[in-house]
């Protein structure tokens, strides 16, 4: 697992081998079964995850116990909540393994310290802030604006790679539609 971690460093946060070594120095490894919960509402985010094997997903449950998924990690990518994490607050959100997943992860504190002596690190976590908060506005935009099917087929587009490994209530909760309506849509571009 440390090799797959060595492996992304370099390519894609361009980190020389002492610098991953600083890294995974203060990382701590976690197994997940699926449906094990990293965070629940009401409590304090302490830590950057990022995923080597499985799933991860972050949603906030209603008062009538109805789940919105706001956000999907699948492997090789990173997970946390923000606001709850920055500003030592309760969150609203819950951080959930969809999948049984092989994690490591970093205490804020830690993490900080990192992207201190690390520089380039800090670079690529504030380019992955940008983009989130960039797919964020656009996934606002376009359930402001879009049909079902056209959210349908960009959360297809964006997401080829984990659609088939979440279950389809899900799906319809990120896409904010009953799952009746998802089947209907999915039936209807079958037919096509």
């Not at 020389?16 to 976690?30: C, P, Q």
Request: glycine residues 2%; hydrophobic residues 40%; aromatic residues 10%.
């Amino acid at each position: 697992m440390m090799n797959s971690f060595r492996d992304y460093a370099k390519e894609y946060i361009n980190l020389n081998d002492e610098e991953i070594g600083l890294m995974l120095s203060v990382a701590t490894e976690k197994k997940v079964r699926r449906k094990d919960m990293l965070l629940q509402a009401g409590e304090i985010c302490r830590h950057k995850i990022f995923i080597f094997e499985g799933m991860l997903r972050l949603y906030r449950t209603r008062d009538d116990g109805s789940e919105h998924n706001m956000y999907f990690a699948p492997e090789h990518h990173w997970m946390t909540e923000p606001e709850s994490l920055n500003n030592s607050t309760p969150t609203l959100y819950n951080i959930e393994a969809v999948e049984d997943a092989h994690l490591l992860l970093w205490a804020k504190r830690d993490f900080v310290s990192l992207s201190v002596a690390i520089p380039k690190l800090k670079v690529y976590s504030e380019n992955i802030i940008s983009r989130n908060l960039a797919m964020t506005r656009e996934r606002v935009f376009n359930t402001m604006s879009a049909t079902v099917e056209e959210r349908y087929d960009d959360f297809v587009r964006t997401y080829p790679d984990i659609f088939n490994r979440i279950p389809l209530h899900m799906v319809a909760s990120y896409l904010g539609v009953s799952l009746k309506t998802l089947t209907r849509v999915r039936h209807a571009q079958v037919k096509r």
